[in-house]
């Protein structure tokens, strides 16, 4: 307790008995914008203190995560590597090894469909400016693309590229990694139900007392409207849109999923979404079915047992997963 005097004592003690003491149990809801997006924590709070506390502790994580993998933060941990791993093995944090390695998974489960060296050629656009390389830059950028070029050493926690010009960027799973920090940070404190969301990217925890919690998708043409609605109970929800970051220039509509066969946007798919338990793997996903579009899609997520995906076309046609038909 502060120096003060002793009757002030005794007041700021009983004050603060009654801020613990009464402090009620509550919806807390509240959005911060980090990682690009808008983060969003909602919890059911036995104790009001305690679970703003928690909600506080998801944000500071995310803001951590968030300082460490930017890609556009030329401090970040992130651009680091990206500038020294054509050199010599960067040794990095256990986070970027973790997040990296489950990427380079999901490289080789899509036939390279999910690759973070995208940002070789990715790097060179400016959505919000309206930039895009020219034919040649993109062509040279393109050969630059391919994950069998990035070495990890998960025991040396090292990252090296083996060819110059090479970038990688995290954009398509780190934000359902910073989900899943998010709840489990939120379940270490105790927190039963709980919703963590990172721009497209959500993970529930419970229910809404006797109910599930019903999860919009998004409807890729029509702002505000939902294409889909979904009830979900302790799991994540991933959705990657064409409407997230784009220009339009002559009819083309070039967006930031790139096709890392061309460096272009890829193309065939308005928006995929992908339910799976970790946001870390329906982030990755979603990213994944997008690119591979309708057909190889859906044959990737009905090949995983627990995976459920809806796609809508360029058509603004839906599409569903197996498993979602069954039920
Ligand atoms: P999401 O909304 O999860 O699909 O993430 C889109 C982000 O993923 C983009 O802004 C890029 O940072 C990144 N990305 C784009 N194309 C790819 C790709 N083919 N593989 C991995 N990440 C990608
Ligand atoms: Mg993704």
Not at 21 to 46: D, H, N
Not at 155 to 173: C, K, R, T, V
Not at 183 to 203: C, E, K, N, W, Y
Not at 245 to 258: A, N, P, Q, T
Request: glycine residues 10%; aromatic residues 6%; hydrophobic residues 40%.
């Amino acid at each position: 307790m502060p120096r003060m005097p002793i009757a002030l004592r005794a007041c700021f003690g009983v004050a603060l008995c009654l801020a613990a003491c009464t402090a009620k149990a509550e919806w807390l809801a509240q959005t911060r914008s980090m990682m690009g997006t808008e983060i969003r924590v909602e919890l059911w709070a036995e104790n009001a203190e305690r679970g703003s506390a928690a909600q506080q502790a998801v944000f500071d994580e995310v803001h951590r995560l968030d300082l460490m993998m930017n890609p556009m933060n030329p401090d970040s941990e992130l651009s680091r590597i990206n500038r020294e791993a054509a050199q010599e093995p960067v040794v990095t944090t256990p986070e970027i090894v973790e997040v990296v390695q489950r990427a380079l998974y999901y490289s080789d489960l899509s036939g390279g469909a999910f690759d973070i060296t995208f940002a070789s050629a990715g790097r060179l656009y400016d959505y919000r400016g309206h930039v895009k390389p020219s034919a040649d830059a993109l062509v040279q950028a393109a050969e630059k693309i391919d994950y069998h070029h990035l070495r990890l050493d998960p025991e040396a926690g090292s990252i090296a590229f083996d060819q110059p010009g090479m970038a990688i960027d995290l954009g398509g799973i780190a934000k359902g990694y910073a989900v899943d920090r998010g709840i489990a940070i939120l379940r270490a404190a105790g927190i039963t139900s709980a919703v963590v969301a990172a721009g497209g990217d959500s993970r529930v925890l419970g229910n809404l007392g006797d109910r599930p919690r019903v999860i919009g998708i998004r409807h890729p043409r029509k702002d505000g409207e939902y294409a889909a609605l979904i009830p979900l109970q302790d799991t994540a929800i991933s959705t990657s849109g064409d409407y997230e970051r784009y220009f339009e220039e002559d009819g083309v509509r070039y967006h930031h999923i790139i096709n890392p066969r061309t460096g272009g946007s890829a193309g065939g798919v308005q928006s995929a979404s992908v339910i799976a338990p970790h946001g870390i793997d329906s982030d990755a996903m979603s990213t994944t079915v997008f690119v591979l579009g309708v057909e190889k899609g859906l044959a990737f997520i009905n090949a995983r047992p627990g995976v459920e995906a809806i796609i809508v076309d360029s058509e603004g046609r839906l599409h569903y997963s197996d498993g979602l038909l069954q039920e």
